[in-house]
């Protein structure tokens, strides 16, 4: 006979209760998805969003790009970044459509930024681009990606200023896009998690800390020499990589030689049409895949820019 107040029945925690005891983290994979503890581990899956009408901008500064840029060659464009993800056997997400988008919407990579418990969502620090993280949001909700962390109160942060020098360590610029409140954010929500995110400042006049540092391997890591922060190249060579330092190219080109996603150990799709780049991969034992981003590069980005990372390997 079933006991009304429901004392002793599973539902009360009888003997027919049935206890989670996993971890969130040991969760990933189950019943959640997603996750990353490095920028060179085997990449699994990436969140895109396919460029449109709103890049035909009339006042480029406006829109925050270097120059106009032709629409229809930029689709093409993204659309062969999405097949050279896919034909490296990546799972390619993409990010709804919405209102009245942003010119600079398809840069995904500044929109948030993976833990190996989630996301962490950017809040970017131009009035161009607020309002970008809803639509990311909803993409990861969509796909099964927690989100760890929304920043909040005067915090500015693009997940292009987040790298990760090893499992349980991060580097966070400090400058034009990511501030101090934003910092303090991640810092505590890391720590959560037993990582340590270590601040570093950016040069004035810089985007980006990806655009002048990337790690492609557990020892290996490349950087823009006079513009890497000093902290961040002794904290690498502290933790056993070795800085490889660019040639001494115009800044343009080496720009856009470490505007790279890591496929896995050593390997790299990069923009194409940088020959002295490549060759420079290639000889600290890097093999390159290249995709066009001639058009694409225009409005200040290329691949590392447009990509998401939402899953690798973790160790």
């Not at 896919?86 to 929109?111: K, Q």
Request: aromatic share 6%.
């Amino acid at each position: 006979m079933a006991k009304l107040d429901g004392f002793g029945t599973a539902a009360y925690g009888g003997d027919g209760w049935s206890a989670r005891l996993d971890s969130h983290r040991q969760e990933m994979g189950t019943i959640w998805r997603g996750g990353i503890d490095s920028e060179w581990r085997r990449l699994r899956a990436v969140l895109l969003r396919r460029p449109g009408a709103e890049l035909a901008a009339e006042d480029v500064d406006a829109a925050q790009y270097l120059e106009a840029v032709d629409v229809g060659r930029a689709e093409a464009e993204h659309d062969a970044l999405a097949q050279a993800y896919r034909d490296e056997g990546v799972e390619v997400l993409s990010v709804a459509d919405t209102p009245d988008p942003t010119p600079n919407r398809m840069f995904c990579a500044d929109t948030f930024v993976m833990t190996p418990e989630g996301a962490i969502l950017a809040r970017p620090a131009s009035t161009v681009r607020a309002g970008e993280e809803v639509a990311v949001a909803a993409a990861l909700a969509a796909a099964g990606v927690p989100i760890l962390r929304t920043l909040t109160g005067t915090a500015t942060f693009e997940g292009a200023d987040l790298i990760w020098v090893d499992a349980r360590t991060c580097l966070v610029g400090l400058g034009l896009r990511t501030n101090a409140e934003a910092a303090r954010q991640i810092t505590a929500t890391l720590a959560e998690i037993g990582i340590e995110a270590v601040t570093v400042d950016m040069p004035f006049g810089t985007m980006h800390l990806m655009g002048m540092l990337r790690v492609l391997d557990r020892n290996l890591a490349i950087a823009w020499p006079r513009r890497t922060p000093h902290r961040a190249v002794a904290l690498l060579r502290e933790r056993g990589h070795r800085v490889a330092f660019l040639p001494d190219e115009d800044t343009v080109q080496a720009n856009r030689g470490l505007n790279v996603v890591a496929l896995g150990p050593r390997r790299v799709l990069m923009p194409a049409g940088n020959d002295a780049m490549r060759a420079f991969y290639e000889g600290h034992g890097v093999d390159v895949r290249e995709t066009p981003c001639f058009e694409l590069r225009k409005a200040a980005g290329a691949v590392g820019c447009l990509t998401g990372v939402v899953a690798r390997d973790m160790a």
